[in-house]
């Protein structure tokens, strides 16, 4: 099975954003309705608004803005619906071939694999791990002043964490270390 949906990410910052819009433009038109019912008249900027809109023409500015403000929102919503974010997850291999299921790992859960084993290694003081599923980009912050030392030993801990995961693909391995500290 090769289906990604479900290691893919939603685009939920594009569709919070959206809702926020959205549910402020609610609960404004709600209030106006209420207090339409209330007093039997509609509130001084409602009303206004309404004289504003029953005066347009489909090729007044206001109109012809207004439209392309919609326009461009519903395009970014249908975009965001249909195309899917980036990977978040690897594929595991499975030990039976013949399962109908899919099982992964996320990229989140192998940089904090990763993190704690780099900074075990002597001399590491500070390990930050970004993983995407093609790259584990590993840097290490050390006091010690042989630099290449300590790289190879993170690059050799690193390397020894993903050949221990049994994924379908493994993510190559960068490892860029920082001297910080130490005399």
């Known amino acids: ?21 959205l549910l402020a433009a609610s609960m404004i038109l709600a209030l106006s309705c209420i207090l339409r019912l209330a007093d039997g008249r509609w509130p001084g900027i409602a009303e206004q608004g309404i004289d504003a809109l029953l005066g347009l023409r489909f090729n007044d500015n206001l109109a012809v803005i207004a439209m392309a403000v919609l326009a461009v929102l519903g395009l970014v919503l249908m975009l965001s619906a249909l195309i899917p974010g980036r990977r978040q997850s690897i594929l595991l291999t499975s030990d039976d071939p013949s399962a ?8 989140r859960g192998i940089s904090t694999l990763v993190g704690h084993e780099v ?13 995407s599923p093609a790259l584990v980009h590993v840097r290490v912050q050390t006091p010690a002043h042989s ?18 995961l049994p994924l379908q693909r493994a993510p190559k391995v960068k490892v860029s270390v920082q001297r910080r500290g130490g005399n």
Request: net charge positive; with cysteine; glycine share 2%.
């Open 100 to 107: 109908r299921s899919e099982q992964a790992i996320s990229c």
């Open 147 to 164: 630099v290449q030392r300590v790289q190879d030993n993170a690059q050799a801990r690193v390397q020894a964490v993903i050949d221990g």
């Open 1 to 21: 099975m090769n289906r990604f949906w479900h290691v893919r990410s939603a685009r939920t910052l594009t569709l919070a954003i959206s809702f926020a819009i």
């Open 119 to 131: 900074e075990r290694t002597d001399s590491v003081t500070r390990a930050r791990v970004k993983t």
